[in-house]
């Protein structure tokens, strides 16, 4: 495997979500490769810094920005990056920058739980880190599911959009069902991706409202619509104006269930 084979999967790596034997042989890279290990330290700060910067009090914001930033200086200049490191682990400093300075736009209280959620689903959408399986069927897609995650997955029928694929990642805390549609909400425009979360609530902790009451919410460039269907909590994200996302949303006929999962019969 080379430094190219792997790079895309080293958020991946970090997040923990390779298997022990991926994992192994990513291990064993690493140890011979600087540059691969320094992405690795890089990315695990910089998610390290995503976390912290969700809760920061408003009085903490700017020391932790410069301790980041120093911290990531000084592990820059001991390992001595390549360029092509030193480039990347600049536009990480530059974006822990721009979140802890949103951080402070939150004042005191922070986020709200919901804006949590949404915040979460925007970057996590944002990373556009590799599908696990592409080109299936809807009912597919939810029986691939069915092994990984303790919930079911119902995978809605957006309009004017194609399932591209699915993976398993995470919103908050909560694993979560990700599937990626192609939307073309004009024909004569090139096709968009959309992010659909498909994650268990079966408490009631998040707030979302049952379909079709769908709340639109902005966060880093995208907007996120959030829904609830029963136990299962939905959060689409795309770079779409809202009037275009909305008409990507499933209809709901009378009397039938909001969100009919592919595998729906009446
Ligand atoms: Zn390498």
């Not at 079911?152 to 591209?164: C, D, E, K, M, N």
């Amino acid at each position: 495997m080379t430094c190219r084979d792997l790079q895309p999967f080293l958020s991946t790596y970090v997040d923990g979500e390779f298997d022990a034997a991926e994992r192994a042989r990513m291990d064993a890279h690493l140890e011979g490769c600087p540059a691969c290990a320094a992405l690795v330290r890089a990315e695990a700060a910089f998610l390290a810094a995503l976390g912290r910067a969700a809760d920061v009090p408003v009085a903490a914001p700017a020391g932790l920005r410069h301790r980041v930033l120093a911290g990531l200086d000084a592990e820059d200049r001991a390992a001595r990056r390549p360029p092509g490191v030193r480039t990347w682990l600049t536009v990480a400093a530059a974006l822990v920058g721009v979140l802890l300075g949103g951080s402070l736009l939150w004042g005191r209280t922070g986020p709200s739980p919901r804006q949590r959620y949404v915040e979460s689903a925007a970057l996590n959408h944002a990373r556009g880190l590799p599908l696990e399986i592409s080109r299936v069927a809807p009912e597919n897609v939810e029986a691939w599911f069915g092994g990984k995650l303790d919930h079911r997955v119902a995978v809605p029928r957006l309009q004017r959009a194609s399932l591209a694929g699915a993976r398993l990642l995470h919103v908050q805390d909560r694993p979560a069902a990700y599937l990626r549609y192609d939307a073309q909400p004009r024909p004569d425009a090139a096709p968009r991706d959309v992010g659909l979360f498909v994650f268990d609530d079966h408490h009631g902790e998040v707030p979302a409202a049952p379909y079709p009451a769908v709340e639109v919410a902005r966060s880093r460039g995208y907007n996120v619509a959030v829904w609830r269907d029963g136990e299962l909590v939905y959060e689409l994200v795309t770079d779409l104006d809202e009037p275009e996302l909305r008409e990507l949303l499933p209809s709901a006929p009378a009397g039938a269930p909001p969100v009919r999962p592919a595998s729906y019969t009446p």
